[in-house]
């Protein structure tokens, strides 16, 4: 008994890396292996020609949180879907509990949340505001600065500046 809860009190969240579109399927499959896994979901509505309708989509693209100690790691790496731990100076990335339940507890209440990474912003690109007051008009990235864009709208026959929060954002 007492050696069953040194291996509870051993295990530590990690990240790993799926394949594309894999992110649910892998979470499933490591559950059915009894390893205790996480994959963030947002309910998102869709529209096709002929209907609406929600689904989740992962939080984060091919990632997948695993709650394991040291000996589960090998059944991680031989899931059907899993690529490798996401390394973080030559050792897999360790996930803080408290960081697992912030994203937990942002999901309970806001289901609307979408991640953006700031890699694929970059200064002169064209965005188009999706919230917010200005929302629906583009502008060009002017910096990029933590989770705020000082961007340009230049629709208006004047430059008007102003920080957007990146989630508000959409490449063009």
Request: with cysteine; proline share 2%; hydrophobic share 40%.
């Amino acid at each position: 008994m007492e050696n069953m809860i040194k291996q509870q009190v051993d295990k530590k969240w990690f990240v790993i890396y799926t394949r594309t579109r894999w992110e649910k399927k892998v979470d499933l499959l490591l559950k059915q292996k009894g390893i205790d896994s996480y994959c963030p979901v947002r309910t998102v509505k869709n529209q096709w020609a002929d209907r609406k309708k929600n689904v989740e989509l992962p939080l984060f693209n091919s990632y997948v949180f695993v709650n394991i100690n040291y000996k589960e790691e090998l059944k991680v790496r031989q899931t059907h879907g899993v690529i490798n731990f996401i390394y973080y100076m030559g050792k897999p990335a360790v996930v803080r509990n408290q960081e697992i339940e912030e994203i937990q507890e942002i999901l309970c209440r806001n289901q609307e949340i979408e991640v953006s990474s700031i890699r694929d912003l970059n200064i002169g690109d064209r965005v188009l505001i999706k919230n917010g007051a200005l929302c629906n008009h583009e502008g060009n990235v002017i910096q990029v600065a933590g989770k705020t864009v000082l961007m340009v709208l230049n629709n208006l026959d004047c430059a008007i500046y102003t920080r957007v929060p990146l989630a508000d954002l959409m490449k063009k």
